[in-house]
């Protein structure tokens, strides 16, 4: 089940079609009646919700702005601040700490538009995972196949979308944590440019690699919070104007390895969808994620570092192991690392020279059972935990705005694509993902009619 799209709830409340209370009641009731089956909720703020959808509705009685997301119910991943809750990021070393006293600047820029936030989503430990199976506040089920992780490190924020909870979500992205669970859950995500969202707020896990992302049932709802969110409207003149033809790059070699049947067919099918493409590569993809690796995990060790001394009891094995490897990671690597991502960035620079938009998978495989340690493609087994962040990875430390795109058949499980562009380049890379969601949608709705005729 999915909630209403942002853009109509908001558009409906801000002409005093619908009350924003009774779409804010709506939402806490599918959240207390689903939620149990899903685990994607760690605090529901329903007292706060009510308070402000209470304040959308008097300002539209007395004709005043109620701004864009107006009475839009969205969520945080919980490592936002909110004001009166502890921000514990899926963690239990941070829950000793004192109550958040305001809330996220991203959480505030969503609200100020009209939005209407009504709780904290679970998530990875610290956001050092693509499962967001939590050792302290559970695993969160793919609303599409409970069995099935929803993905990480926003594994909630994918998740209370694709379960019809909200229609928007907040996650953030570091090597694949929006775009991971947009895939997995078949919904659309969104990773904007590096260091153009404020962070203020935000419990960082490596900063020089750490983005805030929205995850959303459409392209226009995320599109419309990266607008409220972003500290330059003026950039933004040419988002929604008519779209000039864009030249797609299909990326071929690595990111067109190592896909299972059901990826493959629906990359192919997105390409035929967008085409015609050109085909690119994409320099030193493995040692773009070597690099990717060695920052994230030498920034998160040095984050932590205190309570790996203190308390390192109080983390989930498995996490602690994560940050525990990044700090006997030697110094000079880190140095070697950042130089190679200066020279990355440099050679997708020149990339961008041929092309507006890159295509790749977001995933190799749809979203793993619980428990599911390996995967069988092409006849050879693979890790199932180092695999899936294998695309998304490889371009995390470019720093380049992606969206990720639902582009799975009717009846199948869920399969993203990545589109990415060059800096700044947001609206442009939005109109072509609105042209690929509609061109699915589209050949969606005659699977569907053909399938009953």
């Given at each position: ?130 499962l967001t199976d939590n050792a302290h506040y559970g695993r969160t089920n793919n609303p599409v196949d409970t069995a099935r992780t929803a993905g990480g490190s926003s594994g909630g924020s994918g998740a209370a979308v694709a ?142 570092m205190d309570d790996l001394r203190r308390q390192p009891e109080r983390f989930d094995p498995a996490t602690r192991d994560r940050f525990l490897a990044g700090a006997l990671l030697p110094a000079h690597w880190y140095v070697r690392a950042q130089v190679f991502r200066d020279w990355l960035r ?108």
């Open positions: 089940m999915k909630a209403l799209d942002a853009a109509t709830i908001a558009r409906s409340v801000a002409a005093g079609a619908t009350r924003a209370r009774d779409v804010v009641d709506a939402a806490l009731e599918r959240i207390e009646a689903g939620d149990g089956a899903i685990n994607a909720f760690t605090a529901v703020t329903a007292e706060r919700a009510r308070a402000r959808a209470d304040a959308v509705d008097a300002d539209v009685a007395a004709g005043r702005h109620v701004g864009p997301l107006a009475g839009v119910p969205f969520a945080a991943k919980n490592l936002f601040d909110v004001a009166g809750l502890t921000t514990v990021a899926g963690s239990v070393i941070l829950a000793d700490n004192p109550p958040a006293a305001a809330d996220a600047q991203c959480i505030a820029d969503l609200e100020a538009a009209g939005a209407v936030l009504v709780g904290a989503l679970n998530m990875e430990e610290l956001a050092y995972g693509f379960a019809g909870f909200v229609p928007l979500t907040l996650g953030s992205d570091t090597n694949g944590s929006v775009r991971i669970p947009a895939a997995f859950c078949g919904v659309v995500g969104l990773k904007p440019t590096y260091g153009r969202i404020s962070r203020r707020g935000m419990v960082l896990l490596a900063p020089s690699q750490d983005h805030v992302g929205w995850l959303a049932n459409t392209v226009d709802d995320v599109a419309a919070a990266w607008r409220v969110s972003h500290p330059s409207p003026g950039a933004l003149a040419t988002d929604g104007a008519a779209p000039r033809e864009a030249t797609i790059g299909l990326a071929g070699g690595y990111f067109a390895e190592l896909m299972d049947r059901d990826v493959r067919s629906a990359v192919t099918e997105a390409a035929e969808m967008l085409g015609p493409t050109v085909p690119v590569e994409l320099p030193e993809p493995d040692m773009a994620r070597a690099a990717a690796y060695a920052i994230t995990s030498i920034e998160a060790s040095s984050l932590r440099a050679r997708v620079r020149e990339l961008f020279e041929r092309v507006d938009v890159v295509m790749m998978p977001a995933n190799p495989f749809p979203a793993p059972r619980f428990g599911e340690e390996e995967v069988e493609i092409d006849g050879a087994i693979h890790p199932v935990r180092p695999t899936i962040g294998r695309f998304t990875q490889a371009v995390s430390s470019l720093g380049l705005p992606i969206v990720c795109v639902p582009v799975a058949r009717p009846g199948a499980l869920p399969v993203g694509v990545q589109l990415m562009g060059r800096p700044d380049s947001e609206p442009l890379l939005l109109d072509v993902a609105r042209r690929l969601e509609g061109a699915v949608a589209a050949r969606n709705a005659a699977a569907v009619t053909a399938h009953s005729a």
